[in-house]
């Protein structure tokens, strides 16, 4: 099948174009949510189980461009972390989101560029992490990302025992995870473009 552009909308392209980053601007914590339906967050948690995830968060780059803040996360703390911030220049958040570049690490507790204010704040120790970029309407927009937790604090110091450690994550997990966020990418994209042509207005 090959489907090419109808010339009658070629004129509306540029418009079309500027009226989504106008949009994509103001798309923030607060209204990510709306963007997707409880289907699509069921598959996403879907996703965080399968590659053995405590837990998986989205966060979006805010408006000032300086942090990163969590809008889902589909933990028990969800609710309490919704809005939560992290600068951009601390941490491997931050790091994944300058490079572009997917991070898997076990026993991420002991890198120093790990921030540990969310842990120190919920008494966790994050064990494993993986972090992808997280696109949509063809920019970086923030990243995504998965952890295994012990539910206890433990300083960077201090060595979690064999049998406390969860099982870890592989590079194929990574794989899974960016495979995700791809999907989530068109998804949200298309989401977007229902509205703007009014099929399906939020």
Request: with cysteine.
């Amino acid at each position: 099948m090959n489907l090419l552009p109808n010339k009658r909308f070629l004129d509306l392209h540029a418009t079309l174009i500027d009226h989504l980053a106008k949009i994509a601007r103001l798309v923030d914590y607060r209204n990510f949510p709306s963007l997707c339906d409880a289907g699509i967050f069921r598959w996403l948690n879907g996703v965080f189980a399968s590659v053995g995830a405590t837990e998986g968060s989205i966060w979006l780059l805010d408006q000032e461009k300086e942090h990163l803040v969590i809008a889902y996360n589909s933990g028990p703390n969800a609710e309490k972390l919704l809005g939560f911030k992290q600068p951009l220049s601390r941490g491997l958040l931050g790091t994944v989101f300058a490079t572009e570049q997917g991070l898997v690490e076990n026993k991420v507790y002991q890198n120093a560029q790990h921030d540990h204010q969310l842990n120190r704040m919920l008494r966790q120790t994050t064990y494993a992490m993986i972090v992808v970029p997280f696109y949509f309407l063809n920019e970086r927009r923030g990243v995504i990302s998965c952890v295994q937790l012990v539910d206890i604090f433990m300083e960077p110091s201090e060595a979690i025992s064999a049998e406390m450690n969860p099982s870890g994550f592989t590079g194929n997990d990574v794989t899974v995870l960016k495979d995700a966020a791809a999907i989530l990418r068109e998804l949200v994209d298309f989401r977007l473009l229902q509205t703007t042509v009014g099929w399906n207005p939020l």
